[in-house]
């Protein structure tokens, strides 16, 4: 029973959902900005919701995920779960570039901070934190999946920094659901100790710091 329920909690918090997650959140939960002049992400217009929210899991999950299945299908991975620490190579720089392509966009497509600022610092986020993890991985198998509760995690606090009104319990919540898939990726002996709480460090600190600092440029 608590092989299967490790296996579930793995697939629910995979790391390519948790961005997802935290837009989910950040977008539906009430919420009302410090600076109000800042975009707010919970008074966006639906259809506006409906269209980033859907921009969004494109490229953070969709693109990424099909990437995977295509390289899995070539041989270039043995799993589509990248267990294999030597070849986490090509994943990650695919992981990499669509991070890098979805800022871009953003940046592009809506300059000087026109839509919220979580659109421009989670996706950058997830680059700098996929660059790191890529460096780490040639010494330990650093966890992607505590990366991406860490993600979540630090994405979340920084959100809440920002708001002067928000709904407490759900920082609790995403470090339950982070100590959730920690002990899952333990449990099924998928990593040592240091490799996720490695990994879950490391992606709170980078985004929760990315988001601070890109809000003061904004």
């Given at each position: ?67 995977f299945l295509a390289l899995h299908q070539k ?144």
């Open positions: 029973m608590k092989s299967i329920t490790s296996h579930i909690l793995s697939w629910v918090f995979l790391p390519l959902f948790m961005p997802t997650y935290g837009i989910l959140l950040a977008m539906y939960i009430p919420s009302v900005p410090k600076d109000l002049s800042h975009v707010s992400m919970y008074f966006l217009a639906p259809e506006m919701k409906t269209r980033l929210l859907l921009l969004f899991f494109l490229f953070s999950a969709v693109a990424p995920g099909l990437s041989k270039v991975i043995t799993s589509i779960d990248i267990e294999n620490q030597r070849e986490r190579s090509i994943p990650l720089l695919v992981m990499m570039a669509y991070s890098l392509v979805l800022f871009l966009l953003f940046f592009v497509k809506a300059p000087n901070a026109a839509l919220p600022i979580a659109f421009y610092a989670l996706p950058l986020s997830g680059f700098i934190v996929t660059a790191l993890f890529m460096g780490i991985n040639r010494w330990i198998k650093i966890s992607l999946h505590a990366g991406g509760a860490g993600i979540l995690v630090g994405f979340l606090f920084a959100f809440f920094l920002e708001q002067q009104s928000f709904a407490v319990w759900i920082l609790p919540v995403a470090i339950i659901a982070s100590g959730l898939t920690i002990s899952a990726r333990l449990f099924l002996n998928k990593h040592r100790p240091i490799e996720v709480y490695t990994g879950w460090t490391f992606a709170v600190l980078i985004t929760f710091f990315t988001h601070f600092i890109y809000l003061q440029w904004s």
